[in-house]
């Protein structure tokens, strides 16, 4: 089976054709504000104008290789409303012109199922970081169920704030980790850890103030140092919990290699295995949702046109999992 997936949740918009042993296209548009942060309209403004480039592309990729889709995934949330309904429409349309099923797809749940595709992770305990979303997740009776996340901001999202109160463009992330690497001492830093949640709002705030007192470089590393640790003793306690063998680090925030180290020496310490995806599929991309579509379609899912609304606060524990 050949899906096209269309994802377009914030900042990037992405088209891709998948079957059920690889990614055949992609290409995607990305969205770079002016200033500051991701400004919704804008982001869907670039959506609707970059839609028809990428579309077409995968398309004209899928005719030279004679392999047309067969259904159309899109990602139906959790997201930016005015970005989430730009992307819908042209799912629905392409799905009208084409007389294709449609499957509308949860972002979260594509990051984690697209992790397991190519790492050959089997049942993991999910660590979801990305500039949107901080969650730990793992499956138990047919569902991924939240162990632990954010009681504010993302953890990407608190990076690329402490990135923008010192300076640093859009986003911040990659350029936190370079400075990282220059560091010459910890700065201590609030860590907050409740339960089995985790809160980054006053820890960018508090390194923000840091960074008038001490060198850049220290305030990057013990912002990351501090964070990451936070992500790692939640998703430890998880596999406890949960009883898994296997941690699986996905979504953008997934790029950043301190935080691959460290998750790999937790699960080192505990005899666990961990699984890291290529970073092609860390950040948000359309084979993620081409290929969560096609599984759940293989597994009898599809979204009637009047159902396939957008859901901006769309939980992964919303969504039976059929296809496991
Ligand atoms: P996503 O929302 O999954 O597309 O991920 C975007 C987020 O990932 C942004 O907050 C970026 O700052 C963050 N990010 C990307 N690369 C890195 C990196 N190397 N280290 C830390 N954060 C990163
Ligand atoms: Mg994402």
Same mark, same amino acid.
């Given at each position: 089976?050949?899906?096209?997936?269309?994802?377009?949740?914030?900042?990037?918009?992405?088209?891709?054709?998948?079957?059920?042993?690889?990614?055949?296209?992609?290409?995607?548009?990305?969205?770079?504000?002016?200033?500051?942060?991701?400004?919704?309209?804008?982001?869907?403004?670039?959506?609707?104008?970059?839609?028809?480039?990428?579309?077409?592309?995968?398309?004209? +990729?899928? !005719?030279?290789?004679? %392999?047309? &889709?067969?259904?159309?995934?899109? $990602?139906? *949330?959790?997201?930016?409303?005015?970005? #989430?309904?730009?992307?819908?429409?042209?799912?629905?349309?392409?799905?009208?012109?084409?007389?294709?099923?449609?499957?509308?797809?949860?972002?979260?749940?594509?990051?984690?199922?697209?992790? +397991?595709? !190519?790492?050959?992770? %089997?049942? &993991?305990?999910?660590?979801?970081? $990305?500039? *949107?979303?901080?969650?730990?997740?793992? #499956?138990?009776?047919?569902?991924?169920?939240?162990?632990?996340?954010?009681?504010?901001?993302?953890?990407?999202?608190?990076?690329?704030?402490?990135?923008?109160?010192?300076?640093?463009?859009?986003?911040?992330?990659?350029?936190?980790?370079?400075?990282?690497?220059?560091?010459?001492?910890?700065?201590?830093?609030?860590?907050?850890?409740?339960?089995?949640?985790?809160?980054?709002?006053?820890?960018?705030?508090?390194?923000?103030?840091?960074?008038?007192?001490?060198?850049?470089?220290?305030?990057?590393?013990?912002?990351?140092?501090?964070?990451?640790?936070?992500?790692?003793?939640?998703?430890?306690?998880?596999?406890?919990?949960?009883?898994?063998?296997?941690?699986?680090?996905?979504?953008?925030?997934?790029?950043?290699?301190?935080?691959?180290?460290?998750?790999?020496?937790?699960?080192?310490?505990?005899?666990?295995?961990?699984?890291?995806?290529?970073?092609?599929?860390?950040?948000?991309?359309?084979?993620?949702?081409?290929?969560?579509?096609?599984?759940?379609?293989?597994?009898?899912?599809?979204?009637?046109?009047?159902?396939?609304?957008?859901?901006?606060?769309?939980?992964?524990?919303?969504?039976?999992?059929?296809?496991?």
């Amino acid at each position: 089976m050949i899906v096209l997936g269309l994802e377009g949740t914030a900042w990037n918009l992405s088209a891709a054709l998948v079957d059920e042993r690889d990614v055949i296209a992609e290409d995607h548009s990305t969205y770079v504000p002016a200033k500051g942060g991701i400004h919704p309209r804008e982001a869907a403004q670039h959506h609707a104008e970059h839609m028809a480039k990428v579309v077409r592309s995968v398309l004209s +990729k899928a !005719r030279e290789m004679d %392999r047309m &889709p067969e259904a159309i995934a899109f $990602s139906q *949330g959790p997201g930016l409303g005015p970005c #989430l309904r730009t992307v819908a429409t042209a799912a629905r349309a392409l799905a009208l012109r084409f007389d294709l099923p449609l499957v509308g797809v949860n972002h979260c749940i594509a990051h984690i199922e697209v992790g +397991k595709w !190519r790492t050959g992770s %089997r049942d &993991p305990a999910v660590l979801y970081v $990305s500039g *949107g979303n901080s969650q730990v997740l793992a #499956l138990r009776r047919g569902r991924y169920r939240i162990f632990g996340e954010t009681l504010d901001i993302s953890v990407g999202n608190a990076l690329d704030k402490f990135a923008r109160s010192v300076g640093l463009s859009h986003p911040g992330g990659p350029k936190i980790e370079e400075l990282a690497l220059c560091a010459k001492q910890y700065i201590p830093l609030p860590y907050t850890v409740k339960g089995m949640d985790f809160s980054f709002s006053g820890l960018s705030t508090a390194a923000t103030e840091a960074a008038r007192r001490h060198e850049l470089a220290d305030v990057c590393y013990s912002l990351q140092e501090t964070a990451f640790a936070m992500l790692v003793e939640v998703t430890e306690r998880a596999m406890a919990h949960a009883e898994k063998e296997e941690a699986l680090l996905v979504g953008g925030v997934g790029a950043n290699r301190r935080l691959g180290e460290m998750l790999n020496l937790m699960c080192w310490e505990r005899g666990a295995r961990f699984f890291l995806p290529d970073k092609g599929f860390m950040g948000d991309n359309g084979s993620m949702i081409a290929y969560t579509g096609l599984i759940m379609l293989k597994s009898g899912v599809v979204t009637p046109i009047e159902q396939s609304k957008v859901i901006p606060l769309y939980r992964p524990d919303d969504v039976e999992v059929t296809w496991a």
